[in-house]
């Protein structure tokens, strides 16, 4: 063990203040976790481990990555410790969690990832893959026919899936009869535990699973609802250096987040859990509108937050926010088109959320990257802004700020920055956006017209209806004529 490298054996060394609750090794493991990245380690590992260091209970978790090696080997390196630091406007704190109670490569062992989900110890299992790894349509909700997805679920082959993974080791726990589990998204889909449902569902049909595992699957198997929240920048050389310098040793895993957190969870559970309400989680019948606030009112911001800075130059959202007026349409946005298109939670000001967003946004020792928000667009915006659209459209009421969000998406998925610098495309439906935008017209009415046929994003309803067509128009123009500065400045 490299005794300048965070690990059981540096322990002792370490600052009393920074030391973790649990120490790993010491608490079985009851979860397993798909998706090792920056958020799930500031996020769900943080809220267990303090939950398990108020109330006990065997919920280690066993952290699962995808794809990626590199954090996979860092924690092994480490004894599966890392260390998050909370970075607020006047300081930082950093402290090691000991959440984790192994590690694993779903890509280069998926058979023992499988073996995990059937283990009768774990009964819960959580996700933070990002949207695009359900290889659901975020408009339908059905499956894609990706060949790998469609390989899992019909062949014999290793899965190379996330939905391939959890249908072998739900079929694998159905066999061994292991007991109840739940399933946990914590992903920013819309009704992310029926969306998980649907998934495992629709790919036990495609993979002819016969009446009993699949029953079995439906009467032992829960899918809980979720709302995450809490900003979590990728890791940089600073992250590392931080830890380094709090800690006394390095910390190749280590990540930064806000100091604000939220989770909201439905509490369904047919295993047990750990005592998360005793660690700040909101425990709850219903997430919906827990989510529909958060999706609309702080996800919906930053993408525009996102996008608008990126076009104009801005590095980072603090940058983005010291735009002259873009606090003032960011305000507008929220509060006359996402306040009135859903009911939030009781007692919630959607304004107030909206201005509190904005504060964390502003944050100068989060330093989030613009372009970072804005990959993968084309799985995001349905829910953190179309759906707001759709919703105002239905009650008869105009959507002005959140067509120009879908302004200035569109006008980023055109490639280059106001200044003329070139802007990357980093996006599932890459492919499908270029050939639209190559085959259409080269003016605004013609990139709107060629990108709204994109029914992987807009629905045809929405993408039929003239006023938005026509208002995405005007600020498309606007935004190609003028740039960002001159359009925000003309926006009142």
Known sequence: MDTDRLGLAALRRLPVDCRPLLRPGTVPAGIVHLGLGAFHRAHQAVHTEAAVGAAGGDWGIIGVAPRSTDVVEAL?????????????????????????????????????????????????????????????????????????????????????????????????????????????????????????????????????????????????????????????????????????????????????????????????????????????????????????????????????TAYLGALAGAETVTDALALPHLDTVLRRLVAEDIAPSFTPPPGVSVPGYGEQALARFANPAIRHRTLQIAMDGSQKLPQRVLHTITDLRAAGRSARWGTLVVAAWLRFLLGYADDGRPLPLDDPLAGRIRAALAAGRDTPAGVVDALFALREVFPAELAADDEVRADVVGWLTALEQHGVRATLAGAG
Not at 138 to 149: H, I, K, N, Q, S
Not at 153 to 182: I, K, N, Q
Request: include cysteine.
């Open 76 to 304: 092994a390196a480490q004894d599966a410790l890392f260390s998050v630091t909370t970075l607020a406007a006047d300081g930082a704190a950093t402290r090691v969690v000991g959440a984790l109670a192994g590690v694993r490569h779903a890509a280069s062992d998926p058979a023992a990832v499988v073996g995990l989900l059937a283990d009768p110890a774990i009964r819960v299992v959580t996700l933070t893959v990002t949207e695009k790894a359900y290889q659901l349509d975020p408009v339908t909700g059905e499956l894609r026919a990706d060949p790998d997805l469609v390989a899992d679920l019909t062949t014999d082959r290793p899965p190379r899936t996330v939905p391939g993974l959890l249908v072998r080791g739900l079929l694998a726990r159905a066999a061994a009869d292991a007991g109840p589990l739940a399933l946990v998204s914590c992903d920013n889909l819309p009704a992310n535990g029926r969306r998980l449902r649907g998934l495992v569902t629709q790919a036990l049909a495609l993979a002819r699973v016969p009446d009993g595992p699949a029953g079995w699957i439906e009467a032992q198997v829960s899918f809980p609802g979720t709302m995450v929240d809490r900003i979590v920048p990728a890791s940089t050389p600073d992250t590392l250096t931080a830890a380094r310098r709090a800690l006394g040793v390095a910390d190749l895993a280590a990540v930064a987040a806000e100091p604000y957190s939220q989770w909201v969870i439905e509490d369904d559970f047919p295993g047990g859990r750990p005592a998360w309400d005793q660690a700040g989680a909101v425990l709850t019948d219903d997430a919906g509108p827990w989510e529909r606030l958060k999706l609309r009112a702080l996800n919906g911001v930053h993408s525009a």
